[in-house]
Structures are given as structure tokens and as C-alpha cells.
């Protein structure tokens, strides 16, 4: 099982929206609606800020949506704050054998 | 509140058996649908899931280290053991604890740094 495809980075100004890609195949993001997003800052372990696709976790701000499309799913940070530069990483089930395929990861830079 | 906590070793020798315990509190692994799981995160890159545990003792391995892994449960104790045998350098990593009920991990230990050096 591969791991999924994001981009490396993603930067925007306060205020704005940025979108993260996460592109995977027919066997996980493109089979099942059961694609996570965490973010992690460093040194710290990873929170999760999205689950089965566009689900928020209680505490988790608004601002952070996600969709998906065919095989590529997307978490959008809208209202982008100084707080948001993190790294941030999708996971997806990918079956019974094996649960769980992490994303590459992407580094959000707030200029 | 639920918290995890990962324990073990923080340096190991090539060819050694790591041994890393999960203590968690605030649900039980008993309940339906609750799965324990592990995840690693070799310095600067993403992280791997390793194992998983569910709260029926099903069992789920990344095929890639099957062969090296052991994941099980002490309900009692509200503990998660993993083993990997042959450790080498290349497995060098922070090693965390997760939860999961949604096959998501919504609550995760602070994770623990394991080093494989001679």
C-alpha cells in the first residue's frame, strides 16, 4: 500500500484560505468516505482536526472543512491565522488488511 | 478525559526486540468498536501506522513489518504492548499509541522516541 500524495507545502496570508490536497487510489480515498486529517505542530504528536471525510471533532474549529472528489480528498483552512502553521496530514482506510495509509504530509506556512 | 501514554526504551541495539507499552485511561478496550493502535514517525517525515488492536482481540498488522510485529492487550490493566523484533537503525523513529473508533485516531499518546544505535 502506498502512501497517499500530498503537496510538500501550501503557504497564504492571514485571512485566506488554503486548500491541501491528498490524492490516493481506487483501493482507499477513492473507495471509502473514511479519510482523516491531523495537524501536527513540532514536537508535538498529531491532532486530529477531521474524520470520514468532512467530520469535526468537538473543539475543532470551523474553519477547517474537507471534501472529497473521486480519488483526491482536500482539507480547506479558511480564515487562515498564524496558529494554523503546522504540518498537516491525511489518512485513509484502505481495507481490511491494511486499516490505515497515511499521507505524505504538507507544511502550511502563514507569510 | 482519555489520555494515552507510551513507555519503553529509548535506546535500543541493532538486532534487539523493542518493547513499547501503551497505558491508557478514560474508555475501556472492552467496549465495541474500540481499537488501540501504533503509529511511528521517523524524525522529518510522515508518519506509518504499524498495528492495530480491536476491543474483540482482532488483530491488524502493516504488511510490510508483519513478520517483525506483536500488538496485545492487557483489558485489566488498560495496556497495549508492541513488540518489533531486528530492530536496526532505519527504525528509528518516535513511536506513538492512538485511539480509534471511526477509523480515525482521535486521541493520541505524546509518543516516545526510540533510537537504534550500537
Known amino acids: 500500500q502506498s502512501a497517499l500524495t500530498q503537496p510538500a507545502s501550501v503557504s497564504g496570508s492571514p485571512g485566506q484560505s488554503i486548500t491541501i490536497s491528498c490524492t490516493g487510489s481506487?483501493?482507499?480515498?477513492?473507495?471509502?468516505?473514511?479519510v482523516s486529517w491531523h495537524q501536527q505542530h513540532p514536537g508535538k504528536a498529531p491532532k486530529l482536526m477531521i474524520y470520514?471525510?468532512?467530520k469535526r471533532p468537538s473543539g475543532v474549529s470551523n474553519r477547517f472543512s474537507g471534501s472529497k472528489s473521486g480519488h483526491t480528498a482536500s482539507l480547506t483552512i479558511s480564515g487562515l491565522q498564524a496558529e494554523d502553521e503546522a504540518d498537516y496530514y491525511c489518512?485513509?482506510?484502505?481495507?481490511?488488511?491494511?486499516?490505515?495509509?497515511f499521507g505524505t504530509g504538507t507544511k502550511v506556512t502563514v507569510l | 478525559q482519555i489520555t494515552l501514554k507510551e513507555s519503553g526504551p529509548t535506546l535500543v541495539k541493532p538486532t534487539q526486540t523493542l518493547t513499547l507499552t501503551c497505558t491508557f485511561s478514560?474508555?475501556?478496550?472492552?467496549?465495541?468498536?474500540?481499537?488501540v493502535g501504533w503509529i511511528r514517525q521517523p524524525p522529518g517525515k510522515a508518519p506509518e501506522w504499524l498495528a492495530l488492536?480491536?476491543?474483540?482481540?482482532?488483530?491488524r498488522y502493516s504488511p510490510s513489518l508483519k513478520s517483525r510485529l506483536t500488538i496485545t492487550k492487557d483489558t485489566s490493566k488498560n495496556q497495549v504492548v508492541l513488540t518489533m523484533t531486528t530492530m536496526d537503525p532505519v527504525d528509528t523513529a518516535t513511536y506513538y499509541c492512538?485511539?480509534?473508533?471511526?477509523?480515525?485516531?482521535?486521541?493520541w499518546g505524546q509518543g516516545t522516541l526510540v533510537t537504534v544505535s550500537s
Open positions: 492512538a485511539r480509534t473508533t471511526t477509523w480515525a485516531f482521535d486521541y
Open positions: 470520514e471525510v468532512t
Open positions: 489518512c485513509s482506510y484502505a481495507g481490511t488488511n491494511t486499516p490505515f495509509v
Open positions: 478514560g474508555f475501556s478496550l472492552s467496549t465495541s468498536g474500540m481499537a
Open positions: 488492536i480491536f476491543w474483540d482481540d482482532d488483530k
Open positions: 481506487s483501493s482507499d480515498v477513492g473507495l471509502y468516505n473514511l
